[in-house]
């Protein structure tokens, strides 16, 4: 069985990872000391407290709110910078993270703090040997408006942005809302990516719909795709990648999705391994390889081609992705 320090000890790349969520209750105290904000609790206990997830309504309930404490672009800087601090000890290479605009400019900070103050810590982390790249994801249980406003408020700050994605509850609000928006996405020369996260009857349209309408170039989450074999045909006929989140999973829909993993990863699917919401569900990106290595019985060899899937699956650029392979 592969150890945390085996696994800790593997150049990976981190492809699914909301710098909001990487918010840890220390630091959470501390930005709403010094920007004022009563968020009710005052102790790291007391904050630890709150995180009863059992779903993802729960989750994304204590997840929001938390925000608050957000305000000034430093205060971005320093969360993307201690999230890349702990991903270098966890033996990442390259994170490509995703950040929530909306949950900040809806309560009036501008989008320039947000995205400059984030920039400036990834462009910071090449000082120890991490390079990192922002995803900026819509919130879909806001209006597609909302989406398309967000994106062209993005355009002037295109070069520090590598693609997009879409995250939040994906009940009642499918892929095909956002089509128009991810089609001018692709037109401004952004990546495309999506959750697809559901776990009940009906989410595998949703796969199929972000492969063949809005053609993703990744998926984030995804696993139930292995209902359908033809779906898992074209995605490894097209090379793309899948972002799975066992500890989040674990929390979210009570199946860390293990059986999934080792299915397609032994189909040569480009499955990854991630740490989604680390400072929430506990456990950074080391954490999710050795709890999914455990649950489904994965090989130390196994666990190498989990780690050079995310570098495939990434989108660093081919030399750099070259040297990790
Ligand atoms: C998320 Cl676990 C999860 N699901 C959907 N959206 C999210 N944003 C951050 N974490
Ligand atoms: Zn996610």
Redesign the pocket.
Known sequence: QPTLDFVTGLPKAELHL?L??TLEPDLKLRLAERNGIDIGQSTVEEVQATYRFTD?TS??AV?YPAMDVLQTEDDFFELAHAYLLRAAANGVKHAEMFF?PQAHTARGVPFEAVVKGYHRAAAAAADFGVDADLIL?FLRDLSAESAAETLEASVPFKDLILGVGL????RGNPPEKFTAVFARARELGYRLTM?C?IDQVGSIDNIRTVLETIEVDRIDHGTNIVEDPALVAEVKARGIGLTS?PV?NSF?TDDMKAVEVAQLLRDGVKITINS??PAYFGGYVADNYAAVAAKAGLTSEEVVTLAKNSFEASWIDAERRAAYL
């Open positions: 909301h909001e969520g993802l989750f994304l997840y929530d994801c995250d939040s509850d994906e959750h996260d989140c989040s979210v989604d919401d």
